[in-house]
């Protein structure tokens, strides 16, 4: 179809508009800016006719003058269709719908969460009714505790259906549901207890009212137009999620998503939402720490210029100084102890394991013109193959994105009918089940099973064996290779025909899995798929948000640090932002501190490293500060601070950088903003040279004025502060970053990477950001945020890896053991959150119930597992989807030691 | 005057069973179609007759069929469905059908199958239908003993499996989409049309669902002919229509009469008349979801045209009379309970606007109404329409409440003038 035919012209209201075809009534008018009210019709979920809030008059032709009622969500445009939404009728009907919902509706919106965030509210000042007609009682429900994520306040429910179409349809859940009829429809569990799937939280922004709200910020409440915000990046894996990040008395109080059209789109993980209480914990780092002895206690210094005078002599010139960078810290922040230290001492506070498997797919992404895809990507897959990564625990919004990609095949057959592509349950009526294909291949059984075509079970070099089976058998060039299984040559054949006939194959794998083999093979399914297919996509899981931009910069990893210090002395060890204990083993960083003379470690929390070192300097987290991450497909996305750094805390790249001016001695400060560090940064390293037309710089002004953190209606800025102070403090600078911490500022929309919060005229909700986007499911106005650094470039010049497998000579009571990721738990910053640990799990190993009768471990046996010489602790889970032979032990969780997994060990009774 | 449909059914005797069912003629219908005419024979023909969907709507039903994908290529399996969830208050002419002549319905609906060449059928039986459900499953037994379901049907290279299905006891589960949905084992809340059960119905296949005592008719057709049926009603829809009658009548109960019946006939002649010291009122004609009848109706031909031309709809034809000594308030306000109770709760307008009249009319009722709820009630007749609400489960409910108002003006201000109901002491 020609881009001329798409176009439709439609009459509303006697103007004449512009929209594509293919779209609903509904969708055309919000993107052209009109308002009509809704409900059921969330654009990634699509349109039921439910609430039948959305309802306008169509008419005929020019000559009909009578009309008739439409719900707009459900009426698809057409050419010259002619309609009104201002008609007396249906503006009848929309405040009719409101009253209707009004009828039950607490009518208490001063004391509800939801209050002045909240789209019934919205709706119903858009609809038009405000006389309550209604002499009845109301409806009443009981509400359910469904942990600490979620609040639930079901008497405030409007019956949209969207949380139950979100939770089930959209992100697979089966824990939520409608129950009961008529006017007493319920939305919750079948009893009480924590919401199972890993996207819960959302429900907080796509319930259109008070009855899913965040929980962790009802616990330090504050009015949403309270709220100080900025826009910012998840820290909490390498998916780099856009997020929505609020302060208000210095203190973070919720985060919410930010669309991105490419990454994360209208959605984000628990992990990610209700991950950020670590910033608030009492265990932060406020003040600078030190010790003189190494065995006295760390004392605290309220002055930081003590330190730095402290420390001059530990940075002179004649010093040897080594730096240890970190995955969870911003380019900037490493690049500043990579200029510190200078290239030939930095080196990555990761395991070598870690470090080569991440520098692999670096190479491999860089190299290769096997496509990279983003989330929006993922989500077109015609057919999926994962091998090795449990994605929704490592990376869980690709999971999401997956979850979404299995239903591009029923769409397909749905547009071949004539249904719309919004029209949600006509499609999955008629397409019932049909999905496309999704192949997992796991030690273990899979939280996305419930979409695969086939899921494969065994050890690691059983998976990667089925991968280099499926490579082999599209690598035209190479010998077949036969798998010695019937069953498993049969699956490889049936993977590699479906990856072969699909329009756009995905191949997922991850480091997480830290298996070598399974890599190469998933590479090499790539680069032979890319043979006759350009579209063909690649997805590497990493572990942290910024594995990637610390595999960009040059260093080596932490082991060699270790050897290093097993024959030289070092002078100062600097540590940036990084628990080294979840690195190495105890013995290994012992080593490394025995032989320093001076550790210093910045860092936000206290943990392990940072309560056994001479200094610790305490550094702003994601939300102080300003920082540019880098995403597992390469792409640079900056977060702004949304809290004014006080006490001690600075960034440490601002800490690195008075550092740098004792090294230099020359009094000179290498960059006195955020700005400078990163022109610095690109002048050294050209890698990063799109860095720099990436963002706007903090010069940046709209209408000569900084860009309000601050919505208009923020209140007490004059008073919040009183207790202290009677006169108005004044505002905080910002020479960082264009945002200002004041309400004042432009009314127009920021650039789309620095919008700090959605706010539109009559949308005071979350539902103000379909005004920010160019298409509802779109790409923001101006495009979306984030720049793609390693791209794949056009040739296919990439040569297949030799897979040299190698197998395991088992002794008794020895096992397999591959790592378990747990979304909550695996990830330092997020657990230490208190709505969070209520969610991680003990310890734990799962066995296939013959291994654990021939140890003769029962269900919640607590055992003792011997990985290379160091012993843990766990309890048995038995779960038979494992294969005889492999176990598979939970990792990174707190309390728990640096295992290398894979590897094998052997297992004892306790 | 001919029966064709209940010729057979006796009351309190068990139902003809297989063997006595062919005695008199029973599947010879089956026969013919199967071996001697083509399912495109069969749909022309029903489209002859004319017959019109006896579930209430009365949408013609050989049209129905005929829009089901045919041919080598067309989807499969197809289904069809025999609706006798039979919720509607008031009605119990599917269960006189089934409980009386099971083998009528099974036979109808295998032709019916073949006509559409669906390979599956259910019968979505109302849950309380305990003894129809007995005796159809018996008959099934026979049938399939007989070979006249499963594989290769009278050798005529046909299958056809039937299965009964006993509803959740939903009114809702009665509307055909809301019927697919519940069969699917998913809410039963009414599906998005376009596109249409002819097309995408039950598990996405092509689907056709007609009520009982349209299905039974199909043999009928088949063994005499378009003709025959036409002729057989007072006006020219075609066919006989079994009307009931309950309330305070001296005979009430079910007939089968011509289609097109003066309602007087129906309720003077058949019923009997009404009970000694009560007097005539009004009455819905067809299932609660149509709009009340009065006495200057009594001469209306019961059918779909001529009950449509006085604003009404003749529905399920079974008809529930409104005397003098009831509560015409309470009368209606009992309706709107029911429908505000099943109500699937899906749409707005029908989940809060029939609660809320509900709780109107029980106020009015309990005489602490006030004038301005008849507006309220007004209001919610124009509001629960078709195109406001997602199914018509809510306009049937606005019918007897829009007449109602009309008609019994007077006694709802009598109740809220007098702050109570006449009719209590
Ligand atoms: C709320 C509601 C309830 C219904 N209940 C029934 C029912 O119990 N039995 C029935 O045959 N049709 C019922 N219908 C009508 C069906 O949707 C459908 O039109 C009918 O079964 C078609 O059969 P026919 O073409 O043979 O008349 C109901 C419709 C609505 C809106
Ligand atoms: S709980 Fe929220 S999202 Fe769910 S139906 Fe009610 S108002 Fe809608
Ligand atoms: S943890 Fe990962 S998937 Fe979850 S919100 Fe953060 S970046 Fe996204
Ligand atoms: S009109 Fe009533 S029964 Fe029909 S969909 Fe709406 S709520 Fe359900
Ligand atoms: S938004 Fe159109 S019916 Fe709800």
Redesign the interface.
């Known amino acids: 179809m020609s881009l001329e035919i798409m176009i439709v012209k439609i009459r509303i209201d006697g103007k004449y508009y512009e929209t594509k075809l293919g779209k609903n009534l509904l969708e055309a008018c919000l993107e052209l800016g009109l308002n009509i009210p809704h409900f059921c019709y969330h654009p990634a979920l699509g349109s039921?006719?439910?609430?039948?809030?959305c309802?306008v008059k169509r008419f005929k032709d020019a000559d009909d003058k009578k009309g008739?009622?439409?719900m707009s969500c459900?009426e698809p445009v057409t050419e010259g269709m002619i309609i009104s939404i201002e008609d007396a009728d249906a503006s009848?009907?929309r405040a009719?719908?409101i009253e209707?919902?009004m009828?039950?509706h607490p009518h208490d919106c001063p004391v509800c969460d939801e209050g002045g965030e909240c789209h019934l509210q919205d709706m119903t000042v858009m609809a038009g009714h405000n006389y309550r007609?209604?002499?009845?009682k109301k409806r009443t429900y009981k509400d359910q505790d469904l942990g600490s994520f979620i609040n639930h306040e079901m008497n405030r429910c409007?019956?949209c259906?969207r949380c139950m179409r979100f939770y089930r349809d959209y992100v697979g859940g089966k824990d939520l549901n409608?129950f009961?009829?008529?006017?007493?429809?319920y939305f919750g569990r079948h009893e009480n207890g924590a919401l199972e799937s890993e996207f819960s939280g959302n429900l907080v922004e796509v319930c259109p009212t008070g009855v899913f709200t965040d929980k962790t910020l009802k616990k330090h409440f504050t009015r949403k137009w309270d709220l100080s915000n900025a826009p910012s990046v998840c820290v909490h894996c390498s998916v780099g999620c856009n997020t929505i990040v609020s302060e208000r008395y210095d203190s973070l109080r919720r985060i919410m998503s930010r669309y991105n059209g490419a990454v994360n789109g209208y959605f984000i993980c628990d992990r990610g939402r209700f991950g950020y209480e670590f910033v608030n914990d009492e265990k932060r780092i406020r003040n600078p720490k030190i010790r003189i002895n190494k065995n006295e206690k760390q004392e605290e210094v309220s002055e930081n210029n003590l330190i730095l005078t402290s420390l001059t002599e530990s940075f002179s010139k004649d010093k040897k100084i080594i730096g240890i960078g970190s995955p969870r810290a911003s380019l900037e922040s490493n690049y500043s102890l990579l200029s510190l230290v200078g290239q030939e001492n930095f080196y990555h506070g990761i395991s070598k394991r870690e470090y080569n498997l991440t520098k692999t797919a670096l190479d491999f992404l860089r190299s290769s013109s096997v496509k990279t895809p983003s989330l929006k990507q993922i989500e077109k897959a015609d057919v999926v193959f994962i091998l090795g990564e449990d994605i929704t625990n490592t990376a869980p919004m690709t999971a999401l994105a997956v979850r979404q990609a299995v239903r591009n095949k029923p769409k397909a057959a749905a547009t071949e009918?004539g249904?719309p592509l919004w029209?949600e349950?006509?499609i999955r009526?008629?397409?019932?089940d049909s999905k496309s294909p999704v192949f997992i291949a796991t030690a273990i059984k899979d939280r996305l099973d419930d979409i695969a075509e086939k899921t494969f079970r065994g050890s690691n070099a059983d998976i990667a064996g089925l991968g280099i089976a499926v490579g082999s058998l599209l690598n035209d060039e190479a010998s077949t290779l036969k798998l010695s299984s019937n069953d498993q040559q049969e699956l490889a054949e049936k993977i590699a025909l479906s990856l072969k006939n699909a329009k756009h194959p995905l191949i997922i794998t991850g480091v997480n899995c830290g298996d070598e083999e399974i890599l190469h093979a998933a590479l090499n399914i790539s680069i032979a798929l890319r043979k006759n297919n350009p579209e063909a996509m690649l997805s590497i899981a990493l572990p942290e948000c910024n594995s990637m931009g610390l595999a960009m910069l040059p260093g080596k990893p932490l082991d060699e640090a270790i050897s290093i210090a097993s024959n030289e002395i070092i002078d100062t060890l600097v540590i940036l932002e990084n628990d080294l204990y979840r690195r190495t083993t105890k013995e290994s960083v012992d080593v490394l501190f025995e032989k320093s003379k001076q550790v210093i470690v910045l860092d936000h929390l206290i943990n392990k490293t940072s309560q056994d070192v001479d200094i610790v300097i305490p550094v702003s987290t994601f939300a102080e500060s300003e920082g540019t991450l880098i995403n597992n497909e390469g792409r640079a996305q900056r977060y702004y601070k949304a809290i004014n750094n006080k006490d001690e805390v600075k960034e440490s790249w601002r800490w690195i950088g008075d550092l740098i001016k004792l090294r230099n001695n020359d009094q000179s400060i290498p960059w006195n903003n955020f700005d400078e560090l990163v022109s610095s940064l690109v002048n050294e390293l050209p890698a990063f040279s799109k860095l720099k037309e990436y963002m706007p710089d903090a010069d940046f002004r709209m209408y000569n004025a900084k860009i309000p953190r601050q919505s208009l209606r923020y209140s007490g800025r004059t008073a919040m502060n009183a207790n202290i102070a009677v006169s108005e403090q004044k505002v905080a600078e910002d020479n960082d970053s264009p945002l200002a911490f004041s309400m004042e500022g432009q009314g127009e929309q920021p650039p789309s990477s620095l919008v700090p919060f959605y706010w539109t005229p009559g949308w005071n909700s979350v539902q103000a950001s379909n005004n920010y986007l160019d298409e509802l499911n779109g790409s923001l106005k101006g495009g979306d945020p984030g720049i793609r650094l390693v791209e794949s470039n056009g040739e296919n010049k990439s040569s297949y890896f030799k897979i040299d497998s190698h197998t395991v000579d088992l002794q008794k009571n020895e096992l397999l053991i591959v790592p378990a990721y747990s979304i909550f738990g695996s990830e330092e910053l997020s657990s230490a959150g208190e709505a969070i640990k209520q969610r991680i799990p003990e310890p734990f190993v799962y066995l296939c119930e013959k291994d654990a009768d021939i140890f003769e471990f029962k269900d919640n046996d607590m055992i003792t597992i011997e990985i290379a010489k160091s012993k843990i602790e766990l309890k048995v889970i038995i779960e038979n989807s494992l294969k005889q032979g492999v176990a598979v032990v939970s990792v990174n969780l707190p309390g728990m030691p640096f295992i290398d997994l894979p590897a094998s060990g052997i297992f004892s009774k306790m | 005057m001919e029966k064709p449909l209940t010729k057979y059914i006796t009351p309190g005797s068990p139902p003809p069973d297989l063997k006595e069912y062919s005695r008199i003629g029973g599947y010879a219908s089956a026969h013919k179609a199967l071996k001697e005419m083509s399912p495109a024979e069969i749909t022309s023909l029903v489209k002859a007759s004319n017959l019109l969907g006896r579930g209430g709507a009365g949408f013609p039903t050989g049209l129905k069929w005929s829009f089901v994908p045919m041919g080598e290529n067309s989807p499969k399996p197809k289904y069809l469905i025999c609706n006798a969830d039979e919720m509607e208050p008031g009605t119990f002419k599917d269960r006189y059908l089934m409980e009386g002549n099971p083998h009528q319905l099974i036979e109808g609906m295998i032709i019916s199958s073949y006509a559409i060449q669906a390979e599956k059928a259910y019968i979505f039986i109302r849950w309380a239908y305990k003894k129809a459900e007995k005796e159809l499953r018996k008959a099934l037994a026979e049938a399939y003993a007989a070979g006249y379901l499963g594989k290769n049907i009278l050798g005529s290279g046909f299958d056809l499996d039937i299965y009964i299905h006993s509803s959740a006891g939903?009114y809702?589960c009665g509307e055909e989409t809301a019927l697919?949905n519940s069969l699917e084992g998913k809410?039963a809340i009414p599906?998005?049309k376009?596109?249409f059960a002819a097309?995408?119905g039950l598990?996405?296949k092509p689907t056709i669902v007609n009520n009982v005592e349209t299905l039974v008719w199909i043999p009928h057709i088949i063994e005499r002919g378009a003709e025959w049926f036409k002729n057989l009603s007072m006006t020219g829809a075609g066919g006989t229509k079994l009307y009931g009658v309950s309330g305070r009548v001296k005979n009430p109960g079910l007939w089968e009469l011509p289609l097109g019946t003066t309602l007087r006939e129906v309720i003077e002649e058949h019923a009997g008349g009404m009970l000694d010291g009560y007097k005539f009122r009004g009455v819905i004609p067809g299932g609660i979801s149509t709009d009340f009848m009065l006495e200057k109706h009594m001469d209306v031909n019961m059918d779909f045209s001529n009950v449509g031309a006085v604003g009404s709809r003749l529905g399920t034809g079974t008809m529930i009379i409104l005397d003098d000594k009831t509560c015409p308030v309470a009368f209606i306000h009992n309706i709107e309970k029911f429908f505000?109770?099943?109500?699937?709760?899906?749409?707005?307008?029908c989940?809060?606007?029939?609660?809320?009249v509900e709780?109107l009319l029980a106020?009015i009722e309990e005489g602490t109404g006030?004038m301005?709820y008849l507006d309220?009630l007004k209001?919610h007749t124009k509001?629960l329409c078709f195109?406001?609400?997602?199914c018509a489960h809510a306009p049937g409910a606005a019918e007897p409440l829009q007449s109602g108002l009309e008609y019994f003006h007077d006694d709802f201000v009598q109740h809220i003038n007098g702050k109570k109901c006449p009719w209590r002491s």
Request: proline fraction near 5%; charge should be positive; charged fraction near 15%.
């Open positions: 039921v006719g439910a609430c039948r809030l309802a008739h009622i439409i459900m009848a009907i009719a719908v209707g919902v009828t039950n007609r209604f002499d009845f409007i019956q259906y409608a009961a009829a008529h006017n007493y429809v009918k249904i029209n349950y006509p009526n008629y397409t019932q | 939903r809702i697919f809410r599906r998005t376009p596109p097309i995408s598990f996405g505000a109770l099943e109500s699937c709760g899906w749409c707005t307008p989940r809060e606007g029939l609660a809320w709780k106020s006030k301005e309220i209001f509001y195109g406001n609400t997602f």
